[in-house]
């Protein structure tokens, strides 16, 4: 049963994961070397390298000093609308990336609510920048919350209320006691955010406008040149994200067994 279990497992990992892992990669590199370099020092790919940088260096900031905060807020202390906010962080796993690309288009658009405001002012949020970076903002909020709350909460309060009780702040509580205590799921939550920041399809599509050279990431922009039978182009491009996701996986790992080794540790240390 175990081998059998494990063969499942292992042809499944191989026919949705592997093959096409592998198939990127080789139709990416088909046509040689010297086009793959073609088609990722193309100025609209480098522009679409830069905009997925940009707003992911926006987006992950913003979520880890939320993702902080709310964490620190809902497991170390009791308040009315807790449950509230735990449900608010939990909005965008539940809706389509689609859908809140339209809650902003309705918002932000020309014939939205601050629509005619914001062309009067000539600020432009859908299709251009700023759309991006609040499309990509909402759907990686739950990342890092998500990953601290539970573990926050596992830790209890015993060592926040003994560094009060010896005369520390509440920053001071938190930077040395609270802090150090979870900076390992920190950053495994920062990785995952990161990781979702630069792979974002759905709701930076609709909020785009897809402007080449513009207002394209990276997965816009391989849908672009895959519409345009641009094969070869498409799936270099498509390796940058299948690397992207490589290298996720791999620091993933490392954070994962220093997490469990400093779960390990503390565990004798406290004898549990």
Same mark, same amino acid.
């Given at each position: 049963?175990?081998?059998?279990?494990i063969?499942?497992?292992?042809s499944?990992?191989?026919?949705?994961?592997? $093959?096409? @892992? *592998?198939? $990127?990669?080789?139709?990416?590199?088909?046509?040689?070397?010297?086009?793959?370099?073609?088609?990722?020092?193309?100025p609209?790919?480098? &522009?679409?390298?830069?905009?997925?940088?940009t707003?992911?260096a926006?987006?992950?900031p913003?979520?880890? *000093?939320?993702?902080?905060?709310?964490?620190?807020?809902i497991?170390?202390?009791?308040?009315r609308?807790?449950?509230?906010?735990?449900?608010l962080?939990?909005?965008p796993?539940?809706?389509?990336?689609v859908?809140?690309?339209?809650?902003?288009?309705?918002?932000f658009?020309?014939?939205?609510?601050?629509?005619?405001?914001?062309?009067?002012?000539?600020?432009?949020i859908?299709?251009?920048?700023?759309?991006i970076?609040?499309a990509?903002?909402?759907?990686?909020?739950?990342?890092?919350? /998500?990953?601290?709350?539970?573990?926050?909460?596992?830790?209890?309060? +015993?060592?926040?209320?003994?560094?009060?009780?010896?005369?520390?702040?509440?920053?001071?509580?938190?930077?040395?006691?609270?802090?150090?205590?979870? /900076?390992?799921?920190?950053?495994?939550?920062?990785?995952?955010?990161?990781? /979702?920041a630069?792979?974002?399809?759905?709701?930076? %599509?609709?909020? &785009?406008g897809?402007? /080449?050279?513009?207002?394209?990431?990276?997965?816009?922009? $391989?849908?672009?040149?895959?519409?345009?039978?641009?094969?070869?182009?498409a799936?270099?491009?498509?390796s940058?994200?299948?690397? @992207?996701?490589?290298?996720?996986?791999?620091?993933k790992t490392?954070v994962? %067994?220093?997490?469990?080794?400093?779960?390990?540790?503390?565990? +004798?240390?406290?004898?549990?």
């Amino acid at each position: 049963m175990r081998w059998a279990l494990i063969g499942l497992a292992l042809s499944f990992l191989t026919l949705f994961l592997f $093959v096409p @892992l *592998i198939s $990127v990669f080789y139709e990416a590199l088909k046509k040689g070397i010297d086009v793959y370099v073609a088609a990722i020092t193309d100025p609209d790919a480098v &522009s679409a390298i830069q905009l997925t940088l940009t707003a992911a260096a926006i987006a992950v900031p913003l979520n880890l *000093i939320f993702g902080i905060a709310a964490a620190w807020a809902i497991a170390k202390f009791e308040f009315r609308g807790k449950n509230l906010l735990i449900t608010l962080i939990d909005l965008p796993f539940s809706v389509s990336p689609v859908v809140s690309g339209l809650i902003y288009v309705l918002i932000f658009g020309l014939q939205g609510w601050l629509g005619p405001w914001l062309a009067e002012q000539d600020i432009k949020i859908i299709f251009a920048v700023p759309g991006i970076v609040l499309a990509t903002i909402f759907v990686t909020v739950p990342f890092i919350a /998500r990953e601290l709350i539970p573990l926050m909460q596992a830790q209890g309060t +015993e060592e926040e209320e003994a560094a009060v009780v010896l005369g520390a702040n509440g920053w001071q509580t938190f930077f040395h006691v609270t802090l150090p205590n979870v /900076r390992w799921g920190l950053l495994y939550g920062v990785i995952l955010c990161n990781a /979702r920041a630069m792979g974002e399809f759905g709701a930076v %599509s609709v909020v &785009s406008g897809h402007i /080449r050279g513009s207002t394209n990431t990276l997965p816009l922009h $391989v849908e672009i040149l895959y519409n345009e039978y641009n094969f070869a182009a498409a799936f270099a491009v498509a390796s940058l994200l299948a690397l @992207l996701a490589l290298v996720t996986l791999a620091l993933k790992t490392v954070v994962e %067994s220093k997490n469990k080794g400093n779960k390990e540790y503390t565990d +004798e240390y406290t004898g549990t």
